[in-house]
């Protein structure tokens, strides 16, 4: 079982930027893939950004604006934000995918909110 624990997550103005980060802890040995989607209000949650060994992988519309980077050593994956918008404001989860995509984790969320 793997544990994720959010944090980075907050309130900023249009044009700024955050780092979110996500750790995760348990049995991290079978860890494939992490990422990060979000779900805005009254919408349903949607893929924001994935890294593998090998890949990542952008949701079309955020590329450039979004990095996504993973520390292995540290089994933690991290979301540069910059140039937030409005649009941008979301809960943020984080999401591990075991080997195989036997196994999938979900972080309890942290709140992104972008003023104008």
């Known amino acids: 079982q793997v544990q994720l624990v959010e944090s980075g997550g907050g309130l900023v103005q249009a044009g700024g930027s955050l780092r979110l980060s996500c750790a995760a802890s348990?049995?991290?040995?079978?860890?494939?893939?992490m990422g990060w989607y979000r779900q805005a209000p009254g919408k349903q949650r949607e893929l924001v950004a994935t890294?593998?060994?090998?890949?990542?992988n952008y949701e079309d519309s955020e590329e450039g604006r979004f990095t996504i980077s993973r520390d292995n050593a540290k089994n933690t994956v991290y979301l540069q934000m910059n140039s937030l918008r409005p649009e941008d404001t979301a809960i943020y989860y984080c999401?591990?995918?075991?080997?195989?995509?036997?196994?999938?984790?979900w972080g309890q969320g942290t709140q992104v909110t972008v003023s104008s």
């Open positions: 999401n591990v995918v075991m080997r195989w995509g036997l196994r999938s984790y």
């Open positions: 348990g049995s991290t040995f079978s860890i494939n893939t």
């Open positions: 890294i593998s060994s090998g890949s990542t």
